[in-house]
């Protein structure tokens, strides 16, 4: 049984507890169903379902790939429905979203809220979080020393993943 820290929203504590790492989507949902569970927060169905099929994926998901398979399932899945239900894991942290590519991913340890950069394959288009919480600290130092309050961040690194590389 996975045990996840749910009181790690706490901005210390997310650079520090990388332990529960979720590798398989199956994983990846049960710690996503136990941090709701915690936060008393209802993963009803469809937001279930949205979660498993970003998970499956295993590489970002657009938004209307999603709406295209949820419409196989059922047929009458309708859009806003799915954007309320992406809405919600991206706000409890279980999925991030790729604005340079437009695409969902899931998050690989979605009992924390972070930020965290992501290096993007323009080959494959597999996504990588870099499990480093200084970057984001980094940037929120430079911001504060602007007197800038920074509310949310986005850093992707677009380039060739291993698997792609010819070199
Ligand atoms: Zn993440
Ligand atoms: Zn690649």
Not at 74 to 103: C, M, W
């Amino acid at each position: 049984m996975i045990r996840v820290e749910v009181n790690a929203l706490s901005k210390q504590a997310a650079g520090k507890f990388h332990t529960h790492h979720e590798e398989t989507p199956q994983g990846f949902v049960d710690a996503v169903s136990h941090a709701s569970e915690e936060r008393g927060l209802r993963l009803t169905p469809l937001r279930k379902e949205v979660l498993e099929l970003v998970a499956a994926a295993g590489k970002p998901v657009k938004a209307y790939d999603l709406l295209d398979q949820l419409r196989e399932r059922h047929g009458n899945a309708a859009p806003p429905t799915v954007y309320r239900a992406l809405d919600f894991l991206l706000e409890q942290g279980f999925i991030h979203k790729l604005e340079s590519v437009n695409a969902f991913v899931s998050c690989h340890h979605p009992a924390e809220a972070h930020q965290v950069p992501f290096l993007i394959c323009d080959v494959c288009s597999s996504a990588q979080e870099v499990c480093d919480e200084r970057v984001a600290a980094l940037i929120e130092s430079q911001a504060e020393s602007f007197g800038f309050r920074p509310q949310a961040q986005t850093l992707e690194v677009h380039g060739v993943c291993r698997n792609c590389r010819k070199d």
